[in-house]
């Protein structure tokens, strides 16, 4: 119980600092591109009523989602075989390396010409951006794989889909957790981007029009709303991952716990 409620005041103590700067520091601002903090949160319920979370916050969610779980697939899928064969990985790597070197954001004009303005588009701009970290990490993960725990399996005529599950994906996981932990940072972005681009509705679309109509206290609520849902998508996240990789946590403590 101590241990639980060190660590929740661990995780606030920061927050609640940095909001109480904040909060002295533009209490007496007159600036009307800086609000006084207190200005931003009474307009916060105002704005973000049940109808507005439904019209913009729901959709730039699934937009997230549907380009973070295209690029999961596709860089865990490409990752794993390129990691797994020295041939492929030598033809592939100059190429992801180019390709990796372009930012994402660069992509969307092109990406409109051949997607469109809809959801297709964003989607698509998020997983182009989404899956190099995944990508490149189980690339890593996959070849980091212990060469006595593959001969054992190759012994042990363990091969095919056996292998894959047992011993490549698990010994490569804690890798693609990292590749999909950096990816759901750049997913965020790029979901606001997008919005920004060409959109009738989203996160990044209302933020935007707030800022061309002036509206200074909704646009600074929009830039609150958006780093919440990036810590509530970090802190389920975290679950996730504690979850899937308990093993790994826990081989880690018993070994520094060991003299």
Same mark, same amino acid.
């Given at each position: 119980m101590r241990r639980l409620l060190r660590r929740l005041l661990f995780a606030v103590a920061?927050? @609640?600092?940095?909001?109480?700067?904040?909060?002295? @520091?533009s209490a007496g601002s007159t600036d009307v #591109?800086?609000?006084?903090l207190r200005t931003i949160l009474k307009a916060f319920p105002d704005v973000w009523t049940g109808e507005r979370l439904r019209t913009d916050v729901r959709p730039s969610v699934l937009r997230l989602a549907g380009g973070y779980a295209s690029? @999961?697939?596709?860089?865990?899928?490409?990752?794993?075989?390129?990691?797994? #064969?020295?041939?492929?990985? @030598?033809?592939?790597?100059?190429?992801?390396?180019f390709l990796r070197a372009v930012p994402p954001p660069v992509l969307v004009p092109v990406i409109m010409l051949f997607a469109g303005i809809g959801d297709t588009m964003k989607v698509v701009v998020i997983a182009s951006g989404?899956?190099?970290?995944?990508?490149l990490n189980t690339v890593e993960g996959v070849r980091a794989v212990d060469p006595v725990m593959a001969e054992t399996a190759r012994s042990y005529g363990i091969k095919g889909v056996a292998r894959l599950k047992d011993l490549v994906l698990p010994a490569a996981s804690p890798q693609i957790f990292a590749g999909l932990r950096q990816a759901l940072s750049i997913g965020i972005i790029l979901m606001v981007i997008s919005e920004m681009f060409a959109a009738s509705n989203g996160l990044g679309f209302a933020v935007v029009q707030f800022q061309r109509?002036?509206?200074?206290?909704?646009?600074?609520?929009g830039i609150l709303l958006l780093g919440m849902l990036g810590f509530v998508l970090s802190v389920l996240f975290q679950l996730v991952e504690r979850r899937v990789l308990g093993w790994y946590h826990g081989l880690r403590a018993s070994t520094r716990r060991s003299p």
């Open positions: 920061l927050p @609640a600092v940095l909001v109480t700067v904040w909060w002295l @520091a #591109y800086w609000p006084p690029a @999961a697939v596709a860089g865990i899928a490409l990752g794993t075989v390129i990691g797994s #064969y020295r041939r492929v990985r @030598a033809v592939c790597e100059p190429v992801l390396e989404c899956v190099w970290p995944i990508l109509g002036f509206a200074i206290p909704d646009m600074w609520t």
